[in-house]
């Protein structure tokens, strides 16, 4: 059935509930002088190339690439735009490898038609912090689909990262393979209410008109919590400290440092936002959220163009009550003009996702381990990773 992830290093159907097969690594790792030196044949219509993400040139190909070709909801009415500066700050966080961006382009031609890229991550599953690829934008353009290139640059982009001595990766993909460490569920909670259901993205509940539905979705005008504010560089070194307590509680957490908190979660606009709650008595910094910016086109509306979608990244809360800090989240989100605010189940995301009025959307993501078998399948609620 998978004829290719069957031939691979991860959890197969087959093994699940076999709790004589051993946590951790499922091949060892062997000397990098011994990892295959040249790139994986591809057909002869089509040749490797690196993507320099920071020449405009570049980035304008992937970006046209990803926006007609990259991820659709499964009745194909919106597609993922990831923006350019977006792809910038995505693909080049401490200590990134260029070699690790990888397109594929058309011989004649030069046109990019396909991508696949990793970043280095220090990840932690249980008590064990192995270093990590993340695998994201793996794209084939529509043209060029079920010809079995997908396999070829997931193995090309296995060879590059093993050749950096990495021997493990975490990817998410909302389509079921061998084999999810955990199955996540999408959660919506409307900020325009009137352009959600006029582009198809909701629809008026049952025994619900559009004037009660945009007052059900009401927020007031400015936060409530004291001392919320946007984080600053100043703010990295508290915020580490704050993110890395919270994160250990989960069993799959990254490990951040200050440098990965000032990439991941310095404020970037129309990229990331970040806010903190700093006590206005001890000037103690107690809370954090933080959300990313990734708008959808609209497929063949009249109308809109344009879905702009926020989505929940890390939030931590010690004094702040969860539900208060992401209703101010939700608050900053709405006065940004988004239409929509967006988080999966993880962490403890499920404890105001109702109450919120966040409801259920139709897809599900599912997270992966490349090269790491884990005993039992994970609750949303023990991950504490979020990729973009
Ligand atoms: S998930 C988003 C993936 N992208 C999209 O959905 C965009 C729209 N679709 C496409 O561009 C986030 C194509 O449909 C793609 C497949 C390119 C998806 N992950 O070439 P063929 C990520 O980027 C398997 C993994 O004929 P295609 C994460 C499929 O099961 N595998 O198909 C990426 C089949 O194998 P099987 C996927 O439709 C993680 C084979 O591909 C997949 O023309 C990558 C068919 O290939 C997916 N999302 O192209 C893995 N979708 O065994 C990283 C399909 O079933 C692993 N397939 O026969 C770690 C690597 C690093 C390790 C380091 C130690
Ligand atoms: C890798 N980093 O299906 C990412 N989105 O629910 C790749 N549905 O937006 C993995 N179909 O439910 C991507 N509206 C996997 C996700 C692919 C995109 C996707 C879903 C997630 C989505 C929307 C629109 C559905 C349109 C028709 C949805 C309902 C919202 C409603 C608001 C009011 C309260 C109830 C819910």
Same mark, same amino acid.
């Given at each position: 059935k998978h004829k290719f992830w069957e031939t691979q290093p991860v959890g197969q159907f087959k093994d699940q /509930?076999?709790?004589s097969l051993p946590e951790g690594p499922i091949q060892l790792p062997t000397p990098v002088?011994?990892?295959?030196q040249e790139p994986y044949n591809l057909p002869g219509l089509y040749e490797w190339t690196t993507c320099d993400i920071d020449s405009e040139e570049t980035c304008a190909e992937v970006y046209s690439l990803l926006t007609n070709n990259y991820v659709e909801d499964d009745e194909n009415m919106f597609r993922f735009n990831y923006s350019k500066e977006f792809l910038r700050w995505a693909l080049r966080?401490? /200590?990134?490898?260029?070699?690790?961006h990888i397109g594929v382009r058309v011989?004649?031609?030069?046109?990019?038609v396909a991508f696949i890229t990793g970043i280095p991550a220090r990840i932690r599953v249980g008590d064990v912090v192995v270093m990590k690829a993340e695998i994201n934008f793996l794209c084939v353009h529509k043209k060029l689909?079920?010809?079995?290139l997908a396999p070829v640059m997931i193995k090309e982009v296995t060879r590059r990262v093993h050749l950096e001595n990495i021997w493990q990766a975490a990817y998410t993909a909302g389509v079921v393979l061998p084999t999810p460490i955990a199955t996540c569920q999408y959660w919506h909670r409307s900020l325009n209410p009137k352009k959600l259901i006029d582009v198809g993205f909701s629809r008026l509940g049952a025994r619900m008109t559009m004037s009660r539905t945009i007052k059900l979705y009401k927020l007031p005008e400015s936060t409530v919590t004291p001392g919320f504010r946007k984080m600053e560089l100043l703010d990295v070194p508290a915020v580490t400290r704050l993110l890395r307590d919270y994160l250990r509680q989960f069993i799959v957490a990254p490990v951040f440092d200050e440098d990965d908190v000032e990439h991941w979660l310095l404020p970037t606009e129309n990229v990331v936002d970040s806010y903190l709650v700093e006590s206005?008595?001890?000037?103690?910094?107690t809370d954090f959220c933080s959300f990313y910016t990734l708008p959808s086109s609209i497929l063949g509306n009249q109308n809109h163009s344009i879905l702009k979608a926020a989505y929940s990244y890390y939030n931590v809360s010690t004094k702040t009550p969860l539900l208060q800090l992401m209703n101010d989240a939700l608050i900053v989100a709405k006065q940004r003009d988004f239409d929509v605010f967006n988080a999966l189940d993880?962490?403890?995301n499920e404890s105001f996702l109702k109450e919120l009025k966040f409801g259920p959307g139709d897809g599900q993501l599912h997270y992966y381990l490349y090269n790491y078998r884990v005993k039992h399948a994970l609750k949303p609620s023990e991950l504490g990773l979020v990729l973009l």
């Open positions: /509930g076999d709790t002088s011994e990892v295959k966080p401490p /200590g990134y490898f260029k070699s690790w011989k004649v031609s030069k046109k990019l689909r079920s010809k079995r206005p008595e001890t000037h103690e910094i993880v962490m403890h």
